[in-house]
T-cell receptor, first 116, second 113 residues
Framework: GAVVSQHPSWVICKSGTSVKIECRSLDFQATTMFWYRQFPKQSLMLMATSNEGSKATYEQGVEKDKFLINHASLTLSTLTVTSAHPEDSSFYICSASTQGFYSPLHFGNGTRLTVT | AQTVTQSQPEMSVQEAETVTLSCTYD???????LFWYKQPPSRQMILVIRQEAYKQQNATENRFSVNFQKAAKSFSLKISDSQLGDAAMYFCAFIQGAQKLVFGQGTRLTINP
């Protein structure tokens, strides 16, 4: 089946620094990838939609300058949390879809970010 | 905007028994997909079952089945013969058009041995 690899699985960084999270589709080409954020005991909230070769589309309320998304190839999307603050601490999950609408989304294992 | 509502924050069931998780959604579209995802403590999102809105037949995957009521915009998940490994957060999700999954709030399912 389709596999999405997300790296790192957890990261601790100091306030003010930036951290990059990678999301790779290992055995399929993903023209679209999605980035979600999940707070403890809450649901997944879509942050942005990442399209290969074009700018990401951010959901309302998501700071595009803080959460930089790059989708440079059909198998890789990155999320960079810039100038991280403790309130950015969260669980971030990416997902990717194979071709065609309504295909099941495949999720990465998530990244737990802790900003100290 | 599409919304998905799971009105049961927590549910529990005895091992080997049957439990039903509720989900309602709101949309003006006629063509869409509905999903149930499972998120165990590992936090990996696992697709449990999906339903195409144009299909009247309820989807079934082994012990998991849905009751899809399109007119009522209801999409419940039935888990038969519950097993300890079924314990997890369950999210109902809706997708239409641009493949943006909209999740419900989740239901935490506990299996009592």
């Amino acid at each position: 089946g389709a596999v999405v690899s997300q790296h790192p699985s957890w990261v601790i960084c100091k306030s003010g620094t930036s951290v990059k999270i990678e999301c790779r589709s290992l055995d399929f080409q993903a023209t679209t990838m999605f980035w979600y954020r999940q707070f403890p005991k809450q649901s997944l909230m879509l942050m942005a939609t990442s399209n290969e070769g074009s700018k990401a589309t951010y959901e309302q309320g998501v700071e595009k300058d803080k959460f930089l998304i790059n989708h440079a190839s059909l198998t890789l999307s990155t999320l960079t949390v810039t100038s991280a603050h403790p309130e950015d601490s969260s669980f971030y999950i990416c997902s990717a879809s194979t071709q065609g609408f309504y295909s099941p989304l495949h999720f990465g294992n998530g990244t737990r970010l802790t900003v100290t | 905007a599409q919304t998905v509502t799971q009105s049961q924050p927590e549910m529990s069931v005895q091992e080997a028994e049957t439990v039903t998780l509720s989900c309602t959604y709101d949309t003006s579209e006629s063509d869409y997909y509905l999903f149930w995802y499972k998120q165990p403590p590992s936090r990996q999102m696992i697709l449990v079952i999906r339903q195409e809105a144009y299909k009247q037949q309820n989807a079934t995957e082994n012990r998991f089945s849905v009751n899809f009521q399109k007119a009522a915009k209801s999409f419940s998940l039935k888990i038969s013969d519950s097993q300890l490994g079924d314990a997890a957060m369950y999210f109902c999700a809706f997708i239409q058009g641009a493949q943006k999954l909209v999740f419900g709030q989740g239901t935490r399912l506990t299996i009592n041995p």
